[in-house]
Nanobody, 127 residues
Framework: QVQLVESGGGLVQAGGSLRLSCAAS????????MGWFRQAPGKEREFVAG????????YYADSVKGRFTVSGDNAKNTVYLQMNSLKPEDTAVYYC????????????????????WGQGTQVTVSS
């Protein structure tokens, strides 16, 4: 059974920072691609960032480039999302998603490509 467990969400003022974690567990499970997505009330789920396990290639939505950084600790099978300069429009439930196989860079933003999902963690940015 594969599990993705997110943590690190919370309430922060605009301009502040948060770091989300996503720990992947399950017998012999190793992710090869991990994505972060978010969903605000009344809006569709949107891509935030992605990372490739081997090589550490990273991908970002334009809305978070320069503010968010995704990184991975392969030994811990964990991926992080460092979020700086947070804005009220970043308020959403953040989800991590994983897949065992590599995908082309263009597909990291396609949530349909990820079979495994975490339960989500709430991030609220006050103005």
């Amino acid at each position: 059974q594969v599990q993705l467990v997110e943590s690190g969400g919370g309430l922060v003022q605009a301009g502040g920072s948060l770091r989300l974690s996503c720990a992947a567990s399950g017998r012999t499970f190793t992710y090869y691609a991990m994505g972060w997505f978010r969903q605000a009330p009344g809006k569709e789920r949107e891509f935030v960032a992605g990372i490739r396990r081997s090589g550490g290639n990273t991908y970002y939505a334009d809305s978070v480039k320069g503010r968010f950084t995704v990184s991975g600790d392969n030994a811990k099978n964990t991926v992080y999302l460092q979020m700086n300069s947070l804005k009220p429009e970043d308020t959403a439930v953040y989800y991590c998603a994983a897949r065992r196989n590599l995908i082309a860079p263009d597909y990291y933003s396609d949530y349909g490509r990820y079979p495994y999902w975490g339960q989500g963690t709430q991030v609220t940015v006050s103005s």
